[in-house]
Each structure stands twice: as structure tokens, then as C-alpha cells.
Antibody
Framework: QVQLVQSGAEVKKPGASVKVSCKASGYIFTSYGISWVRQAPGQGLEWMGWISADNGNTNYAQKLQGRVMMTTDTSTSTAYMELRSLRSDDTAVYYC?????????WGQGTLVTVSS | DIQMTQSPSSLSASVGDRVTITCRASQGISNHLAWFQQKPGKAPKSLIYAASSLQSGVPSKFSGSGSGTDFTLTISSLQPEDFATYYCQQYNSYPRTFGQGTKLEIK
């Protein structure tokens, strides 16, 4: 069965970086893109970007350009999302989801807390 | 960016009711629309893609319709497990954008 398993919760100081992993199983990793979505406490869903697991092409939300990097490791079927220069308003649950268009399977979420 | 507007923002209903949630896009998106259900502390769950296609395993009590700019999600015969927050999302163009969510509560 398709599964996306994300890394554990992180606590970071303002200005630091965080790298969240998303390990896929149960399907051919390079056949689907991976999207990243975040959700601040009590808020709605915010699309962060997408990466092709086939060729590494990316598309990032403009507000995160320059701070976010999405990568994949096809040898381990793992996608990564790195966010730099963290601010308090980056505190959120970060989700990976399978798919370039609609997203059918989602990871369990990773809570990233940014606090001094 | 394409703005997605859901209505209502919250909705109270009773077990057994039929409810409809509306999602409007700020420009035409063909049928490139998905609906998700989210329960507190859980990841979103995909319900519908391509505006009206049910994801595998999703009960037929959920149905979607629409094309262009106006879309609806209908849930028939509400059960306790259906009370959650529902989001629409367009995937016609980048950046993908979500509606603000509709919280469905028990009356």
C-alpha cells in the first residue's frame, strides 16, 4: 500500500534551517511528483511547492522563493523539503503529498516550531 | 494567483442531513479541482479529484460537481465521522491554491 512517512517534530531558533524528509513506499517513486503543503496552528492549508521525482524539476510558492529547496533521493525514494532563515510565522505542520496535480496520498505531517 | 473562495466558512448540520459546500475560483480552472477532508490533528484526506471523480475507497455519499469557476461538494446522509473541515484546491495552474476551508459541525 502507498505510504508517505515523514520525519519527526523539530524545534528551531529563528534564523536556523530545517530539513523535513518524506519516505515513500508502495509505488514507483519516480512516477509521481511530490507536493509540500503547510498548515500554521489553527489556520488553513498553504501550498509550498512541488518537485518532480523523475527529473527534479521544481515549482515553489513565490513567497518562499529563495528560502525553500525541495530535493529527492531516488535511491531511497525519499523527498526532502529544506526551509532556511526560519521565522516565527514558519511554525506549522508540514505535509508531503503524492502527485503533481491532485494529491491522493499524504504524509502524517511534521510539526516545526520556531521559537527563541 | 487564482483565488479560491469557499462558502460557507462554517456550517451546522444534524446527523442524516444532506449538505452542500461551494467553492468559487477567481478565474476558470476547467475541472482541475480537488476536495479534501481534514479532521483535527490529522493529515488531509483526498475525497474528489477532477471536480467529480471519487478517490478510491471514498464512499459514494460524497459527490462533486462543477466546471469553470463554480464547484460544489455534496455530502448526503451525514454521519458523526463526517464532521470535519473541508477544503477545495485548484491544480489548474501554479501556484496551487486552497480555499479557506469549511468547518462542518454537529448541530
Amino acid at each position: 500500500q502507498v505510504q508517505l512517512v515523514q520525519s519527526g517534530a523539530e524545534v528551531k531558533k529563528p534564523g536556523a534551517s530545517v530539513k523535513v524528509s518524506c519516505k515513500a513506499s508502495g509505488y514507483i517513486f519516480t512516477s509521481y511528483g511530490i507536493s509540500w503543503v503547510r498548515q500554521a496552528p489553527g489556520q488553513g492549508l498553504e501550498w509550498m511547492g512541488w518537485i518532480s521525482a523523475d527529473n527534479g524539476n521544481t515549482n515553489y510558492a513565490q513567497k518562499l522563493q529563495g528560502r525553500v529547496m525541495m530535493t529527492t533521493d531516488t535511491s531511497t525514494s525519499t523527498a526532502y523539503m529544506e526551509l532556511r532563515s526560519l521565522r516565527s510565522d514558519d511554525t506549522a505542520v508540514y505535509y508531503c503529498a503524492r502527485g503533481t496535480y491532485s494529491n491522493d496520498y499524504w504524509g502524517q505531517g511534521t510539526l516545526v516550531t520556531v521559537s527563541s | 494567483d487564482i483565488q479560491m473562495t469557499q462558502s460557507p466558512s462554517s456550517l451546522s448540520a444534524s446527523v442524516g442531513d444532506r449538505v452542500t459546500i461551494t467553492c468559487r475560483a477567481s478565474q476558470g480552472i476547467s475541472n482541475h479541482l480537488a476536495w479534501f477532508q481534514q479532521k483535527p490533528g490529522k493529515a488531509p484526506k483526498s475525497l474528489i479529484y477532477a471536480a467529480s471523480s471519487l478517490q478510491s475507497g471514498v464512499p459514494s455519499k460524497f459527490s462533486g460537481s462543477g466546471s469553470g469557476t463554480d464547484f460544489t461538494l455534496t455530502i448526503s446522509s451525514l454521519q458523526p465521522e463526517d464532521f470535519a473541515t473541508y477544503y477545495c484546491q485548484q491544480y489548474n495552474s501554479y501556484p496551487r491554491t486552497f480555499g479557506q476551508g469549511t468547518k462542518l459541525e454537529i448541530k
